[in-house]
């Protein structure tokens, strides 16, 4: 018996010593922002870049668009045969605005694999702009001029 009763003493020295260690230890919070830098990535390089300012501008016109309408917009500009853009589609290009048009007809003509129609898109992007600014003429933009670069 006065074994089992040193084995109790023992455990029960044992667990205060653990209680009182365990009492001792600071417990670090960790922000939920992830503003700390306890754990930094390991490898940032797979990261996508920042978006430049020209970038967001194009995401927000092509919120503008209908993905019909900009199929539909865009297909004219490669078409053999040209069929005029209805009322619905001119009324979201006139709504994105002249400037959103042109300097997404600049982006799509600066990929290397249409690059070769930009000869005959360009143009027709004009074209569909000034049909699409008479349809919509309550408010249109000025016509655009023939020559502008892309």
């Known amino acids: 018996m006065a074994k089992f009763n040193i084995f109790l003493m023992c455990l029960l020295l044992a667990t205060m010593t653990l209680a009182a ?4 230890v600071e417990v670090k919070q960790i922000s939920p922002k992830g503003e700390d ?11 996508p870049p920042e978006q430049s300012p020209e970038g967001k501008f194009l ?5 503008h668009f209908t993905r019909e309408c900009g199929t539909e917009i865009f297909a004219n500009m490669f078409a053999d045969n040209y069929h005029p853009v209805s009322d619905k589609c001119c009324s979201e290009l006139v709504a994105a605005g002249e400037t959103c048009h042109i300097t997404m ?3 799509l003509f600066a990929v290397p694999d249409f690059k070769s129609k930009a ?6 992007s004009k074209q569909i702009w000034n049909e699409c600014a008479s349809i919509v003429s309550e408010e249109s933009p000025s016509p655009l001029p023939i020559p502008f670069e892309a």
Not at 21 to 24: G, L, M, V
Not at 37 to 47: A, F, S, V
């Open 119 to 124: 000869s005959s898109g360009i143009p027709r």
């Open 21 to 24: 260690a365990a009492a001792s």
């Open 105 to 107: 007809v600049k982006v």
């Open 59 to 63: 995401d927000a016109c092509v919120q």
């Open 37 to 47: 830098n306890t754990y930094p990535p390991e490898n940032t390089d797979n990261l």
